[in-house]
């Protein structure tokens, strides 16, 4: 799994890959696969560093661990492949950019396009059992995203990191809050979107993102029919 990280994070995330955790977090999740179903596939661990190189990241959408049920999770957090039902947290999201932006209710979940614009979506932890949540929690993955963080963190390019909810929200030391912008609010899943609705968070990231010199996210998911 190691060679499929993206070659715009390896400067930074390289000496992870050395590290025993890293070795031992592989052999766990090689073992999990062997036993059943594991998500994202093997090939799309990585799939959020891929679609959104070091070098361009404007902003770091935190999730909590991959989608459990077959054929959703892709490896971007909050995000689904085309074709298949967009999930509760994702509909509140459009629910908000909605009435927020007042952009119209994609078709599908598939957030690439917001990820090829420079919003890194990454989960804190990368891969899970099928049908357990959470069921790959503490095994590693956190230290690796850790890691992620720590990098776009210590870039001389500022970003904007959104943390939904009290687990995002615990990465915080990792930020400095000076340089970068951090985007808080409740977590857009059912059990406290209440909270979250009226939160406007695609203002608040794109009036940081312009005002550290880069292009605002264009939020308009595609339909695909």
């Known amino acids: 799994m190691t060679q499929l990280l993206p070659e715009s994070w390896l400067p930074v995330l390289g000496e992870e890959l050395d590290k025993p955790y890293f070795t031992e977090l592989l052999e766990f999740v090689e073992k999990e696969r062997a036993d059943g179903p594991v998500y994202p596939p093997r090939e799309q661990v990585f799939a959020a560093l891929e679609a959104t190189p070091f070098d361009q990241v404007k902003v770091l959408v935190l999730g909590q661990d991959p989608y459990h049920g077959a054929g959703q999770g892709h490896g971007l957090c909050f995000s689904v492949r085309p074709g298949v039902r967009t999930p509760p ?20 979940g598939y957030l690439m396009p917001w990820a090829e614009q420079g919003v890194l979506l990454l989960n804190a932890v990368l891969t899970v059992r099928e049908a357990e949540p959470n069921s790959h929690k503490a095994k590693g993955w956190e230290k690796f995203t850790d890691a992620v963080i720590r990098a776009v963190a210590e870039r001389s390019d500022p970003a904007v990191f959104v943390l939904w909810g009290a687990y995002a929200q615990k990465k915080l030391p990792l930020i400095d809050e000076e340089r970068h912008t951090v985007v808080k609010g409740a977590h857009p899943s059912p059990l406290s979107a209440k909270k979250f609705f009226g939160s406007r968070p695609f203002t608040q990231i794109n009036e940081a993102v312009a005002a550290q010199g880069h292009e605002p996210i264009d939020w308009r998911i595609p339909d695909l029919g």
Not at 89 to 108: A, C, F, Q, T, W
């Open 89 to 108: 947290s994702l509909r509140n999201i459009y629910k908000e950019m909605k009435e927020e932006l007042g952009l119209p209710v994609p078709d599908n």
